[in-house]
Protein backbone atom coordinates (compact mmCIF):
# COMPACT_ATOMS: atom_id res chain seq x y z
CA UNK A 1 0.00 0.00 0.00
CA UNK A 2 1.40 3.48 -0.78
CA UNK A 3 2.17 5.38 2.15
CA UNK A 4 0.62 8.66 0.26
CA UNK A 5 -2.25 7.20 0.29
CA UNK A 6 -2.40 7.78 4.43
CA UNK A 7 -5.04 4.66 4.57
CA UNK A 8 -2.82 2.04 6.89
CA UNK A 9 -3.88 1.77 10.27
CA UNK A 10 -2.04 -0.76 12.81
CA UNK A 11 -3.62 -3.61 14.14
CA UNK A 12 -6.19 -2.69 16.66
CA UNK A 13 -7.66 -5.98 17.35
CA UNK A 14 -7.32 -8.60 20.31
CA UNK A 15 -3.88 -9.34 20.99
CA UNK A 16 -2.59 -13.27 21.63
CA UNK A 17 -1.55 -13.49 25.76
CA UNK A 18 2.22 -13.55 26.15
CA UNK A 19 2.25 -16.91 28.14
CA UNK A 20 0.38 -18.59 25.05
CA UNK A 21 2.61 -17.43 21.86
CA UNK A 22 4.07 -20.38 21.60
CA UNK A 23 1.06 -22.38 20.93
CA UNK A 24 0.72 -20.57 17.69
CA UNK A 25 3.79 -22.31 15.27
CA UNK A 26 2.32 -26.23 17.13
CA UNK A 27 -0.87 -25.40 15.29
CA UNK A 28 0.58 -24.77 12.19
CA UNK A 29 2.80 -27.73 12.68
CA UNK A 30 0.23 -30.06 13.26
CA UNK A 31 -1.77 -29.43 9.81
CA UNK A 32 1.20 -30.51 8.12
CA UNK A 33 2.22 -33.00 10.20
CA UNK A 34 -1.30 -34.94 9.27
CA UNK A 35 -1.27 -34.15 5.78
CA UNK A 36 1.12 -36.92 5.33
CA UNK A 37 -1.19 -40.27 5.08
CA UNK A 38 1.93 -42.18 6.54
CA UNK A 39 2.64 -39.91 9.53
CA UNK A 40 -1.02 -40.46 10.24
CA UNK A 41 -1.30 -44.19 9.90
CA UNK A 42 1.98 -44.58 12.24
CA UNK A 43 0.40 -42.35 14.57
CA UNK A 44 -2.93 -44.08 14.49
CA UNK A 45 -0.85 -47.61 14.95
CA UNK A 46 0.92 -46.18 18.08
CA UNK A 47 -2.20 -47.10 19.60
CA UNK A 48 -2.77 -50.61 18.72
CA UNK A 49 -0.26 -51.56 21.87
CA UNK A 50 -1.78 -49.92 24.58
CA UNK A 51 -5.31 -51.34 22.98
CA UNK A 52 -3.72 -54.99 23.67
CA UNK A 53 -2.09 -54.14 27.08
CA UNK A 54 -6.14 -53.28 28.03
CA UNK A 55 -7.22 -56.59 26.84
CA UNK A 56 -4.40 -58.18 28.59
CA UNK A 57 -5.58 -56.23 31.94
CA UNK A 58 -9.19 -57.51 31.54
CA UNK A 59 -8.05 -60.72 30.88
CA UNK A 60 -6.25 -60.90 34.18
CA UNK A 61 -8.36 -59.19 36.19
CA UNK A 62 -11.26 -61.73 34.96
CA UNK A 63 -9.29 -64.88 34.83
CA UNK A 64 -10.93 -66.24 37.74
CA UNK A 65 -14.55 -65.81 36.83
CA UNK A 66 -13.53 -67.48 33.43
CA UNK A 67 -11.83 -70.49 35.48
CA UNK A 68 -15.00 -70.62 37.34
CA UNK A 69 -17.27 -71.04 33.57
CA UNK A 70 -14.86 -73.70 32.24
CA UNK A 71 -15.17 -75.72 35.77
CA UNK A 72 -11.43 -74.80 36.47
CA UNK A 73 -12.02 -74.25 39.99
CA UNK A 74 -9.70 -71.60 41.81
CA UNK A 75 -6.69 -71.19 39.36
CA UNK A 76 -4.32 -68.00 39.57
CA UNK A 77 -3.93 -65.47 36.11
CA UNK A 78 -0.66 -66.42 34.58
CA UNK A 79 -0.47 -62.01 33.83
CA UNK A 80 0.67 -60.41 36.65
CA UNK A 81 -0.41 -56.59 36.92
CA UNK A 82 2.75 -55.40 38.64
CA UNK A 83 5.85 -53.08 37.77
CA UNK A 84 7.02 -54.80 35.05
CA UNK A 85 3.91 -55.22 32.96
CA UNK A 86 3.95 -51.83 32.77
CA UNK A 87 7.86 -51.64 32.40
CA UNK A 88 7.60 -53.33 29.39
CA UNK A 89 4.44 -51.49 28.51
CA UNK A 90 6.30 -48.06 28.75
CA UNK A 91 9.83 -50.09 26.94
CA UNK A 92 7.47 -50.88 23.46
CA UNK A 93 5.37 -46.98 23.25
CA UNK A 94 8.95 -45.71 24.49
CA UNK A 95 10.23 -47.52 21.13
CA UNK A 96 7.27 -45.65 18.88
CA UNK A 97 7.84 -42.84 20.15
CA UNK A 98 11.78 -42.99 19.20
CA UNK A 99 10.75 -44.11 15.58
CA UNK A 100 7.68 -41.16 15.99
CA UNK A 101 10.30 -38.18 16.47
CA UNK A 102 12.70 -39.58 14.20
CA UNK A 103 10.31 -38.45 11.55
CA UNK A 104 8.90 -35.69 13.01
CA UNK A 105 11.96 -33.71 14.98
CA UNK A 106 14.27 -33.45 12.12
CA UNK A 107 12.45 -31.23 10.42
CA UNK A 108 10.85 -29.11 13.15
CA UNK A 109 13.60 -26.63 12.83
CA UNK A 110 16.10 -27.49 10.04
CA UNK A 111 13.36 -25.95 7.44
CA UNK A 112 13.31 -22.82 9.20
CA UNK A 113 17.34 -22.56 9.07
CA UNK A 114 17.17 -23.78 5.53
CA UNK A 115 14.79 -20.81 4.48
CA UNK A 116 16.04 -18.35 6.85
CA UNK A 117 12.58 -17.97 8.60
CA UNK A 118 14.05 -17.30 12.21
CA UNK A 119 14.48 -13.59 11.39
CA UNK A 120 10.82 -13.58 10.63
CA UNK A 121 9.87 -15.01 13.66
CA UNK A 122 12.76 -13.06 16.00
CA UNK A 123 11.67 -9.77 14.65
CA UNK A 124 8.61 -10.27 16.53
CA UNK A 125 7.48 -9.77 19.99
CA UNK A 126 8.83 -13.56 20.15
CA UNK A 127 11.57 -14.63 21.96
CA UNK A 128 13.97 -17.48 21.31
CA UNK A 129 12.94 -19.65 24.51
CA UNK A 130 8.84 -18.83 23.17
CA UNK A 131 10.40 -20.31 19.83
CA UNK A 132 11.96 -23.43 21.10
CA UNK A 133 9.07 -24.22 23.50
CA UNK A 134 6.65 -23.79 20.50
CA UNK A 135 8.23 -26.36 18.29
CA UNK A 136 9.34 -28.75 21.47
CA UNK A 137 5.59 -28.60 22.08
CA UNK A 138 5.06 -30.66 18.83
CA UNK A 139 6.68 -33.36 19.87
CA UNK A 140 5.91 -33.11 23.96
CA UNK A 141 2.15 -33.11 22.54
CA UNK A 142 2.62 -35.84 20.16
CA UNK A 143 4.69 -38.29 22.27
CA UNK A 144 2.32 -37.96 25.48
CA UNK A 145 -0.65 -39.46 23.58
CA UNK A 146 1.02 -42.06 23.56
CA UNK A 147 3.39 -42.73 25.88
CA UNK A 148 2.19 -41.64 30.00
CA UNK A 149 -1.59 -40.77 28.88
CA UNK A 150 -2.59 -44.07 27.93
CA UNK A 151 -0.11 -45.50 30.80
CA UNK A 152 -1.96 -44.05 33.06
CA UNK A 153 -5.45 -44.67 31.31
CA UNK A 154 -4.43 -48.62 31.40
CA UNK A 155 -3.54 -48.27 35.51
CA UNK A 156 -6.45 -46.30 36.26
CA UNK A 157 -8.87 -49.07 34.54
CA UNK A 158 -6.77 -51.62 36.49
CA UNK A 159 -7.32 -49.84 39.85
CA UNK A 160 -11.04 -49.48 39.00
CA UNK A 161 -11.47 -53.11 38.76
CA UNK A 162 -9.06 -53.80 41.74
CA UNK A 163 -10.12 -51.37 44.47
CA UNK A 164 -9.16 -48.87 46.31
CA UNK A 165 -6.57 -50.69 48.61
CA UNK A 166 -4.82 -51.57 45.60
CA UNK A 167 -4.72 -48.03 44.42
CA UNK A 168 -3.62 -46.44 46.89
CA UNK A 169 -0.69 -49.48 47.48
CA UNK A 170 0.57 -48.99 44.16
CA UNK A 171 0.60 -45.32 43.12
CA UNK A 172 4.32 -45.58 42.79
CA UNK A 173 3.60 -47.28 39.22
CA UNK A 174 1.92 -44.30 38.35
CA UNK A 175 4.51 -42.04 39.03
CA UNK A 176 6.69 -44.25 37.60
CA UNK A 177 4.35 -44.17 34.01
CA UNK A 178 4.59 -40.54 34.53
CA UNK A 179 8.03 -39.60 35.48
CA UNK A 180 9.82 -42.12 33.52
CA UNK A 181 7.55 -41.36 29.72
CA UNK A 182 8.63 -37.87 30.48
CA UNK A 183 12.52 -38.26 31.23
CA UNK A 184 12.49 -40.45 27.53
CA UNK A 185 10.11 -37.11 25.66
CA UNK A 186 12.25 -34.71 27.18
CA UNK A 187 15.52 -36.76 26.05
CA UNK A 188 14.39 -37.51 22.27
CA UNK A 189 12.53 -33.82 21.83
CA UNK A 190 15.97 -32.15 23.26
CA UNK A 191 18.39 -34.37 20.84
CA UNK A 192 15.74 -33.93 17.97
CA UNK A 193 15.85 -30.35 18.11
CA UNK A 194 19.55 -30.05 18.74
CA UNK A 195 20.25 -31.98 15.55
CA UNK A 196 17.64 -30.26 13.69
CA UNK A 197 19.37 -27.11 14.28
CA UNK A 198 22.60 -28.12 13.44
CA UNK A 199 22.07 -30.09 10.39
CA UNK A 200 20.05 -28.64 7.47
CA UNK A 201 19.23 -31.60 5.55
CA UNK A 202 16.49 -33.34 7.91
CA UNK A 203 17.94 -37.15 6.10
CA UNK A 204 21.22 -36.71 7.45
CA UNK A 205 19.39 -35.13 11.03
CA UNK A 206 17.50 -38.33 11.29
CA UNK A 207 20.20 -40.75 10.66
CA UNK A 208 22.66 -38.62 13.39
CA UNK A 209 19.27 -39.19 16.00
CA UNK A 210 19.92 -43.25 15.01
CA UNK A 211 23.63 -42.73 15.21
CA UNK A 212 23.69 -41.22 18.85
CA UNK A 213 21.55 -44.22 20.19
CA UNK A 214 22.56 -47.06 18.26
CA UNK A 215 26.33 -46.68 16.89
CA UNK A 216 27.08 -44.63 20.80
CA UNK A 217 25.67 -47.99 22.13
CA UNK A 218 27.72 -50.28 20.09
CA UNK A 219 30.95 -47.60 21.22
CA UNK A 220 30.25 -48.18 24.66
CA UNK A 221 30.11 -52.07 24.58
CA UNK A 222 33.29 -52.27 22.64
CA UNK A 223 34.94 -50.14 25.38
CA UNK A 224 33.58 -52.57 28.17
CA UNK A 225 34.89 -55.49 26.24
CA UNK A 226 37.87 -54.07 25.36
CA UNK A 227 39.04 -52.61 28.84
CA UNK A 228 36.46 -55.50 31.24
CA UNK A 229 34.67 -52.00 32.27
CA UNK A 230 30.89 -51.28 32.99
CA UNK A 231 31.41 -47.58 33.05
CA UNK A 232 31.21 -47.64 28.46
CA UNK A 233 27.46 -47.98 29.46
CA UNK A 234 27.70 -44.31 30.74
CA UNK A 235 27.49 -43.49 26.95
CA UNK A 236 24.34 -45.92 26.12
CA UNK A 237 21.47 -43.39 25.98
CA UNK A 238 19.23 -46.64 25.93
CA UNK A 239 20.90 -48.24 29.29
CA UNK A 240 20.74 -45.09 31.23
CA UNK A 241 17.04 -44.93 30.40
CA UNK A 242 16.64 -48.29 31.50
CA UNK A 243 18.46 -48.13 35.01
CA UNK A 244 16.19 -44.99 35.64
CA UNK A 245 13.21 -47.05 34.54
CA UNK A 246 14.16 -50.42 36.39
CA UNK A 247 14.30 -48.03 39.51
CA UNK A 248 11.61 -46.30 39.24
CA UNK A 249 9.31 -49.55 38.59
CA UNK A 250 11.28 -51.39 41.97
CA UNK A 251 13.30 -54.10 40.04
CA UNK A 252 16.66 -54.52 40.15
CA UNK A 253 19.71 -54.88 38.06
CA UNK A 254 22.09 -52.80 36.54
CA UNK A 255 25.58 -52.51 36.57
CA UNK A 256 25.92 -48.37 36.80
CA UNK A 257 24.59 -46.36 39.30
CA UNK A 258 21.24 -44.33 39.78
CA UNK A 259 23.65 -41.04 40.66
CA UNK A 260 25.56 -42.17 37.01
CA UNK A 261 22.26 -42.54 35.09
CA UNK A 262 20.58 -39.47 36.44
CA UNK A 263 24.04 -37.22 35.95
CA UNK A 264 24.95 -38.34 32.24
CA UNK A 265 21.41 -37.90 31.55
CA UNK A 266 21.42 -33.93 33.15
CA UNK A 267 24.54 -33.74 30.99
CA UNK A 268 22.92 -34.74 27.88
CA UNK A 269 20.12 -32.50 28.09
CA UNK A 270 22.30 -29.70 29.25
CA UNK A 271 24.12 -30.01 26.12
CA UNK A 272 21.75 -30.21 24.24
CA UNK A 273 20.33 -26.57 25.32
CA UNK A 274 23.79 -25.33 24.86
CA UNK A 275 23.71 -25.93 21.33
CA UNK A 276 19.90 -25.03 20.63
CA UNK A 277 20.86 -21.69 22.66
CA UNK A 278 24.03 -20.73 20.15
CA UNK A 279 22.10 -22.01 16.93
CA UNK A 280 18.59 -20.39 17.46
CA UNK A 281 19.02 -17.07 16.40
CA UNK A 282 18.08 -13.86 14.18
CA UNK A 283 21.42 -13.95 12.33
CA UNK A 284 24.02 -15.79 11.22
CA UNK A 285 27.19 -15.51 10.89
CA UNK A 286 28.98 -16.79 7.61
CA UNK A 287 32.35 -16.85 7.21
Known amino acids: MAVYKRSYHGYAGP ?3 E ?18 KIMTAFFVLCFAPPIV ?22 VSSPISINGLFFLIFLNIQGTLAF ?25 RPFSRAEYVAGKMSVLLVLLSLITWVPGLI ?8 MGRAWLFENLWIASGIFLGAWIWILIISLL ?31 INGVLDVSW ?10 ETIWRHLFRIGGSDISQTSAWTMLALILAGCLALLYRKVRAFEVVK
Not at 101 to 115: E, K, M, R, W
Not at 154 to 161: D, K, R, T, Y
Not at 208 to 214: E, G, I, Q, R, W
Not at 232 to 241: D, S
Open 154 to 161: LFGVHASL
Open 53 to 74: FLFLIYIADNFASFAQMMNQGQ
Open 192 to 222: ALALSAWIKWKIAAGALLLAVFFVAAGFGEA
Open 99 to 123: ILTAFVGPSLISSDLANRALPLYLC
Open 19 to 36: WSRFAIIPRYAYQDLFQS
Open 232 to 241: GKLINLMYLL
Open 15 to 17: LTA
